[in-house]
């Protein structure tokens, strides 16, 4: 078993430990306000980071290219109240208009 193998199962044994800490912890018990305000903003943040890496990282450097007119597309689809779905189906099909074009 290589390394990449084995860093795939740590990160996997992690994130069922940290899914399971939660309902383990917490139980029925109601966050604070505040806490759980917190606790809600975390998916979209982490979405919204991996969007970003993903679309302007390179190789060790910020990347500009026919992915950034995708997801522009996409939120300007977004921003026109368009589904999430119909949203990637737009910065998909931007992303490959552009790369025929260039």
């Known amino acids: ?3 990449a193998w084995i860093v795939v199962a740590i990160v996997g044994v992690a994130t069922i430990a940290f899914k399971a800490a939660g309902p383990v ?3 029925r018990r109601a966050l604070p306000p505040r806490i759980q ?3 809600e903003l975390l998916a979209p943040v982490m979405l919204i980071a991996l ?3 993903q679309t302007f990282g390179g190789d060790q450097e910020i990347t500009v290219d ?3 007119v995708g997801v522009g597309a996409a939120g300007v ?5 368009a589904h999430v779905i ?3 189906a737009v910065a998909a099909a931007v992303t490959a208009g ?3 074009i260039a």
């Open 1 to 3: 078993m290589n390394s």
């Open 25 to 27: 912890l917490i139980g």
């Open 37 to 39: 305000s917190l606790v």
């Open 51 to 53: 969007v970003v890496t």
């Open 66 to 68: 026919a992915r950034v």
């Open 77 to 81: 689809a977004i921003w026109l109240r």
């Open 86 to 88: 119909v949203a990637m």
């Open 98 to 100: 552009v790369r025929v």
